[in-house]
């Protein structure tokens, strides 16, 4: 398997634009989980779903941010609009199970909006 | 206070040196993993333990439960173990998400 792809992994924007970041988990993994990494914050979980289902949104930062996973192998993490202190690294992370299970991080997406 | 805190934030050793770095947590767990990101952003999963010791290749991981306190030994240092090291829990009673410590930056000079 190709671990947890993400793309884009660079994404550059101005401030007030719409970012749409996407995750793709690795096959037969039924939890996919959204983190977002800061300097200041350091790793936080945003979002993770089950079975397509979104479990725990409580991360989310504000209404600017939505995630959905329309189907297994697929999932998005939107941002509209964007703000310049939205600048960070987002993870998508998958895995099998929950609790005491190996969570495999995707390579990350660095966003910077100016 | 963090749940998760580890110790040192930053760490600087020299080329075949054993380093260890601590972390100590404050809740119940079910699990305690250690992560290590490179520069340039990935994320690996090193080991997950829950109890006693684990080693992979110059890499050691030791769990004290009862103290609620997990070290991450290198031995033999090399400049390509310079990454910044993750502590992070799953617990019971907060949904079994990870929560992560601050990280710890290491750098190995040659």
């Known amino acids: 398997d190709a671990g947890v792809i993400q793309s884009p992994r660079h994404e550059v924007t101005e401030m007030g634009q719409e970012v749409t970041l996407r995750c793709k988990p690795i096959?037969?993994?039924?939890?996919l989980f959204w983190y977002r990494q800061t300097m200041m914050r350091g790793l936080e979980l945003l979002i993770y779903f089950n079975n397509n289902v979104p479990i725990d949104d409580s991360g989310m930062p504000e209404d600017r941010f939505s995630a959905k996973m329309p189907n297994a192998s697929f999932s998005t993490l939107k941002i509209q609009p964007s703000e310049p202190r939205d600048s960070a690294v987002y993870f998508c992370?998958?895995?099998?199970?929950?609790?005491?299970?190996?969570?495999?991080f995707g390579p990350g997406t660095r966003l910077l909006v100016l | 206070k963090n749940e998760v805190e580890q110790s040192p934030q930053n760490l600087t050793a020299q080329e075949g040196e054993f380093i260890t770095i601590n972390c100590s947590y404050s809740v119940g767990i079910s699990a305690l993993h250690w992560l290590q990101q490179h520069p340039g952003g990935g994320i690996v999963s090193l080991f997950m333990?829950?109890?006693g010791k684990k080693k992979h290749g110059r890499l050691i991981a030791t769990i004290n439960i009862q103290e609620k306190h997990s070290s991450l030994h290198i031995t033999a240092s090399h400049p390509r173990d310079s990454a910044v090291y993750i502590c992070a829990v799953t617990s019971w009673n907060a949904g079994n998400m990870l929560t992560f410590g601050g990280g710890t930056r290491l750098m190995v000079k040659p």
């Open positions: 096959s037969g993994h039924d939890y």
């Open positions: 992370a998958s895995s099998l199970a929950l609790g005491p299970e190996t969570q495999y």
């Open positions: 333990l829950s109890s």
